[in-house]
């Protein structure tokens, strides 16, 4: 595993995301990933698998200190109900989050409003650390100057830059957690990383992965439903991109956005 230094804490550049995966299945992704290796955990009070996730966690018998727990309230839920906190920890059978989510921005609502239960989350040692998410560069700035942010967690694949992000969370030290890392599979039709994979005999999948964590402070949390795809996704510490190749995959950026609801704020 590699690990990013962020605010005094090491996170895993390699999570395992949650989202859509529920009950039997949940369970049993979680356990197997924790068996090969995984420790990073991503999930969100909104995927309602907080429960599940906190079960198999429990049963594990992995010491708490050395898993990495990253959940997200949303916003409204979290400007009426400070209590929601308690609420996903208590699910996750823990007394804190590694890393606590504001999980959107919210439009009606001053910054400083929506950050404030985060912060008092990070004050009573609910949380490690705090971030946001779906974040876009000039609220990313925003909110660094009112909280001490540590995360933006946003779309980050391929197909869609996060340059401008990227700049903030390097001049701030922060993480970029990269979510939707594979483009939800779009990757597979694309020859020019497929080439590169043929070079280092990994999959596209893997190539993919690695172009996300050989970058400055980036970490990526690959969802999959499949106990096969889970160990590709966790193999790949064995092998480097050179530089040519970073910037081939570089270059494949076209604004390809997967996640836009119409609550989503302009982006950059
Ligand atoms: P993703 O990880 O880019 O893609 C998941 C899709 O890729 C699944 O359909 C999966 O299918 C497939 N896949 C996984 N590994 C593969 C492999 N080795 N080869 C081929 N296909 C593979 O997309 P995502 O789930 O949307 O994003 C990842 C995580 O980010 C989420 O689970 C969630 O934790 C987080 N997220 C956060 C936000 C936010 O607003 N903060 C939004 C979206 C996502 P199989 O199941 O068949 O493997």
């Not at 529920?22 to 995984?38: H, K, M, N, S, T």
């Not at 970073?246 to 270059?251: A, I, L």
């Amino acid at each position: 595993m590699q690990y990013i230094e962020v605010k005094g804490y090491k996170v895993p550049a390699l999570g395992l995301g949650t989202w859509r995966l529920r009950e039997d299945v949940c369970r049993q992704i979680v356990e197997r990933a924790l068996a090969l290796g995984y420790r990073a955990i991503d999930t969100a009070q909104a995927y309602d698998n907080e429960f599940d996730i906190g079960q198999v966690l429990a049963a594990s018998g992995i010491p708490r200190k050395d898993l990495f727990l990253t959940t997200k309230i949303w916003p409204d839920v979290l400007d009426r109900d400070e209590g929601a906190i308690d609420a996903s920890l208590a699910d996750l059978r823990t007394d804190y989050a590694d890393l606590l989510l504001l999980h959107w921005p919210n439009r009606d609502r001053p910054l400083g409003d929506s950050l404030a239960p985060l912060v008092r989350a990070l004050e009573s040692g609910k949380a490690r650390m705090i971030g946001v998410s779906n974040f876009p560069s000039a609220l990313l700035r925003e909110a660094v100057s009112i909280a001490p942010i540590a995360c933006n967690q946003v779309e980050y694949h391929p197909y869609l830059s996060q340059a401008a992000v990227l700049d903030i969370v390097r001049e701030h030290e922060l993480l970029l957690t990269a979510y939707c890392p594979l483009a939800r599979g779009e990757f597979a039709r694309d020859p020019a990383i497929d080439a590169i994979a043929q070079a280092h005999k990994k999959t596209k999948a893997q190539v993919t992965l690695r172009w996300l964590l050989q970058q400055e402070r980036v970490a990526a949390i690959p969802r999959t439903a499949r106990l096969e795809h889970l160990a590709e996704n966790f193999d790949v510490f064995d092998f480097t991109l050179t530089d040519a190749e970073m910037q081939s995959m570089n270059g494949l950026a076209y604004g390809k956005r997967l996640v836009d609801p119409e609550f989503a704020p302009s982006w950059d």
